[in-house]
């Protein structure tokens, strides 16, 4: 953009869940879940320059305990070609709530940080875009972590 253009969004979600919980012995329970869920995220972009940042926290009362998750994002990119070439720096951090969060959040996870460089090439300006990103994830749980590597890449077309 040639000149400064900002935004800032927010999100509130609230839903009510029965979740089914296997048994080891063969037998179930449902444990009835209510989710509230608060996300805000704050987006800059100038001559080239981006940057994106979100905060994400639940409140999950359940019948088998309470769990508060929290999380937050922050984004960096730069154009080097105009509108076709981007690099772009992100990281990542969730708080399990020690393991209470479910989703990507173990029984014993305490906090996930992830870690990620990309480059991404714009054809027919965000239309379709083409990405290669290097991504590092480390879960730590109760006395030991968990680190995973990965290389994305993946084509993105909107119709």
């Known amino acids: ?5 900002f935004s800032l969004g927010a999100a509130y979600a609230y839903g009510q869940n029965e979740i089914v919980i296997p048994a080891e012995a063969g037998a179930s329970t ?11 995220d704050l987006n800059f972009k100038y001559r080239g320059f981006s940057t994106h ?3 994400l ?11 508060s998750p929290f999380g937050w994002t922050a984004q ?13 720096a992100r990281f990542a ?21 992830e870690v990620a460089v990309s480059g991404n090439y714009f054809f027919w300006g965000p ?4 990405q290669l990103a290097l991504v590092h994830r480390n879960d730590s749980y109760e006395g030991e972590d968990q680190s995973t590597n990965k290389v994305i890449f993946q084509f993105t077309s909107v119709l």
């Not at 926290?57 to 769990?67: E, I, P, Y």
């Not at 239309?127 to 083409?130: D, E």
Request: with cysteine.
């Open 93 to 113: 951090y969730l708080d399990c709530d020690d393991g209470g969060a479910g989703g990507q959040c173990k029984s014993s996870t305490q906090d996930i940080q």
């Open 53 to 55: 940042a979100e905060i």
């Open 30 to 40: 449902i444990d009835g879940v209510d989710v509230q869920t608060v996300d805000i």
């Open 76 to 88: 960096a990119g730069y154009f080097l070609f105009p509108k076709e070439f981007e690099l772009a």
């Open 1 to 5: 953009t040639g000149s400064p253009a």
């Open 57 to 67: 926290t639940q409140d999950l009362d359940r019948d088998s305990g309470d769990a």
């Open 127 to 130: 239309a379709l875009k083409v």
